[in-house]
């Protein structure tokens, strides 16, 4: 499909040989040219070891920014705090640099696991309706527009701990590059599994929903055994402190 949409028009026949690394990383600041044609062109050179290289810098980048964001956050508290007895100013102090560790451990578990658990959802949407790629194709080209917007993300992040405006800033900005990120995702399914582009939305939106429906059903349910001994508890720790 892909072949007869984008000719070579007689010119020199498209590379089919995985990249080598150092040739990956240009790639991504092309984040702005990365039509259907780009991906379509990118499809053959698929490589695991790119892809795990990749993802591991996107990890180590937002592992890091993501500790500093929280050592900012730990120190505007901190201030805020001055006044207060010493105390409570140590416990604090315990509890900052607890979250900056787990921030950098996080950053870096939780990417890996994000981006491959998502692309498995992808990937089982897409054969669900009808795709014909493979993981390791779609992975790919994921990761070409997953790590640049990543690491944009990831600096935004710094801009929410700014006092009063951060957030509003940060928010606005960080919606725009999810929806570009969302086009971007279509178009590397639609090429990646030869399919629609309503298919290809499909694909991507209708495993995460129901997924989202089977948790909010699994959380429901457990509130509705548990909830009464949850709240017999508090009931007694309420009752204690009378």
């Known amino acids: ?19 080598p690394f150092g040739e990956v990383p240009p790639l991504w600041l092309k984040i702005f040219h990365m039509t259907e044609e780009f991906f379509a ?3 053959p050179r698929a490589s695991g070891s790119n892809v795990l290289i990749s993802v591991l810098i996107l990890a180590v980048v937002s592992a ?12 505007i508290g901190g201030s805020q705090m001055a006044g207060l007895p010493s105390e409570y100013q140590e416990t604090f102090a315990a509890s900052a640099g607890g979250m900056v560790v787990c921030s950098l451990c996080g950053g870096l578990i939780g990417t890996l696991l994000s981006f491959y658990l998502s692309n498995a959802v992808v990937y089982l949407g897409a054969r669900i309706f009808g795709g014909s790629g493979d993981f390791g194709t779609q992975a790919y080209l994921q990761s070409l527009f997953v790590v640049p917007v990543g690491i944009v993300t990831s600096f935004l992040s710094l801009v929410y701990v700014i006092p009063f405006v ?7 900005a960080m919606l725009a590059v999810a929806i570009y990120a969302v086009v971007l995702n279509v178009r590397a399914v639609k090429v990646a599994h030869d399919l629609t582009t309503g298919k290809a939305v ?14 909010a059903c699994i959380v429901i349910a457990m509130l509705a055994v548990l909830g009464p001994a949850i709240g017999n508890v508090f009931s007694d720790i309420v009752n204690n402190l009378q």
């Open 41 to 43: 062109l990118e499809a």
């Open 166 to 172: 951060g957030p509003c800033l940060g928010g606005l």
């Open 1 to 19: 499909m892909y072949e007869e949409q984008f000719p070579t028009h007689g010119g020199p026949p498209a590379e089919t040989s995985p990249r």
């Open 64 to 75: 890091v920014l993501s500790a500093i964001s929280a050592g900012i956050s730990t120190l």
């Open 202 to 215: 499909a694909a991507i939106f209708v495993p995460v929903l129901v997924v989202t429906v089977v948790l």
